[in-house]
């Protein structure tokens, strides 16, 4: 995974975890500590995000139901134990009991919170945002839409002042249209992300995507019932999207896949922009879109023309 990111011009991720039996996470998230902990040979390993259990079956999407849970403070505690404290982020319903509690918790061990797969009302994900949830998951999957009479999750997560909204912008998730009017409501909040599973950069077939077996049919996800499960995006495609179906400038567009995640995230200081005192950890592409080079930390880790070498340092 880190070294296809870097082949796509990606410096950084925060690995993502799906809903699952409790064991599977607890493993998936010792993993990530190991990996961040040994290091990687592409991009860096930021941590560990937790997408699901404490999720809502009306707006399941690809996770499974029968390993939804109930918020308990013990344990999330367990959760960022099992991660050695590199878990960075939860997904959570807002209408889900205990959820104000929950967030207020993770806020104070430095955990983010994010609002997704959730059918809660305007009310409910606004108190959440104003409780110090951080955002909402991929706007407009996953949750309760915007109606004229009840906005929603939509509704609050564009129009609250502080809120991040992640968009998955690969053209069959979202609408372009949809799109648009997310950029003209939130601007500098929109967070573009991939939502990409195992099967990204592989040809169509037959993939895993947690406990269950999902279907590529021209690079789109499908679970058995037809609905989606996940994507294929890379994130270079999606700032090439947000280019061209909004008719932005392209380093405008990159700016949403890179300095607003590492808002999202509280680590501008490090990431984002290219400054002096910051990481160097950058990318050059061409006129045609295409990533030339990716360094992490001022390390040479892919070349569109050579083998990425490690020893290679950015001068």
Known sequence: MSLFFAQ?????????????????????????????????????????????????ARHKGAHPTEWFRELSLDELENWISYSDNQLITVALAAEKVGAIQAIEYLNEQGVKVMIGHSDASFDQVDAALKAGANGIVHCYNGMRGLHHRDPGVVGAGLCHPDSFVEIIADGHHVHPTAIDIAHRCCGERLTLITDAMSAAGMPDGTYQLGEHSVEVKDGVVTTACGSLAGSTLTLNQAVVHLHQWLDIPFEQAWLRASLTPAKSLGIDHQFGTLEVGKSASMVAINTQFSIENSWVNGRLVFSADAPARQEAICI
């Open 8 to 56: 796509q011009g990606v410096t950084a991720f925060v690995a993502t975890t799906v809903t699952a039996p409790v064991a599977r996470i607890r493993n998936a998230l010792k993993q990530v500590a190991k990996s961040k902990a040994a290091g990687l040979e592409g991009a860096e390993l930021l941590g560990a995000y937790l997408e699901g259990p404490y999720f809502t």
